[in-house]
């Protein structure tokens, strides 16, 4: 079983400051993390991902997580908020190795609204 | 640089009705997915298709029909809509049936209101 809980449902910061959106999973298999990102009326589009090369993963915009096996965690940070920013953020786990049929799973957080103020 | 296209982007419907929702992607990809996004609900699987030719359950199917027309073409299908179908509906794909590391390509959504 796999599962991912994303900490914070609203999340508020000013222009120019730290942003950091926090994402914790379980996962029987090792898992492989994604973080995506959604416009307000749009599709999600890929921030970053980890496959169990570097921990520290680096995406677009950016953005950075880091994959910490020992927190089960996978939080995603930026130095400096932008006013482009403002979305919602989704964190997604997905079952490791190839897995035919219905084993197939990729399971989503509940999402993260990220708000950026002037 | 077209990737998931999905239509109607907006749609009303009567409880009752039936209608499709198409989904194509020119990425050729392997899989190709749908979804529904629910406010406070993430993103949950209703059906997906690993190859052409072949199609499988996810979470929630129930009310649901999906065809996989060929390698690009995925469609979803509610054969009497009820008002529980509201919802925002993503197709999305991806190159292999692998849970490590294939990136998944989301279409812009389809708005769907069942009144």
């Known amino acids: 079983a796999q599962s991912v809980t994303q900490l914070d449902s609203h999340v508020s910061v000013s222009e120019g400051t730290p942003v950091l959106l926090r994402c914790n999973y379980s996962?029987?298999?090792?898992?492989?993390l994604f973080w995506y990102v959604q416009h307000p009326n749009k599709g999600l589009q890929l921030l970053l991902k980890?496959?169990?090369?570097?921990?520290l993963v680096k995406g677009i915009n950016g953005f950075e997580a880091e994959f910490k096996k020992s927190e089960t965690s996978f939080h995603l940070t930026k130095p400096s908020a932008h006013m482009s920013d403002a979305a919602e953020y989704f964190c997604?786990?997905?079952?490791?190795?190839?897995?035919?049929?219905?084993?197939?799973?990729?399971?989503f957080g509940k999402g993260t609204l990220l708000t950026v103020n002037p | 640089n077209a990737g998931v296209t999905q239509t109607p982007k907006f749609q009303v419907l009567k409880t009752g009705q039936s209608m499709t929702l198409q989904c194509a992607q020119d990425?050729?990809?392997?899989?190709m997915y749908w979804y529904r996004q629910d406010p406070g609900m993430g993103l949950r699987l209703i059906y997906y298709?690993?190859?052409?030719?072949?199609?499988d359950k996810g979470e929630v199917p129930n009310g649901y029909n999906v065809s996989r027309l060929n390698k690009r073409e995925f469609s979803l299908r509610l054969e009497s809509a009820a008002p529980s179908q509201t919802s925002v509906y993503f197709c999305?794909?991806?190159?292999?049936?692998?849970?490590?590391?294939?990136?998944?390509?989301f279409g812009e959504g389809s708005w769907l209101t069942v009144v």
């Open positions: 999305a794909s991806s190159p292999l049936d692998r849970g490590s590391g294939n990136t998944i390509y």
């Open positions: 996962s029987s298999y090792s898992p492989s």
């Open positions: 980890y496959t169990s090369a570097a921990t």
């Open positions: 997604v786990v997905s079952k490791k190795g190839y897995s035919g049929g219905s084993n197939y799973k990729l399971t």
């Open positions: 990425m050729n990809h392997n899989s």
């Open positions: 298709s690993a190859s052409e030719g072949t199609t």
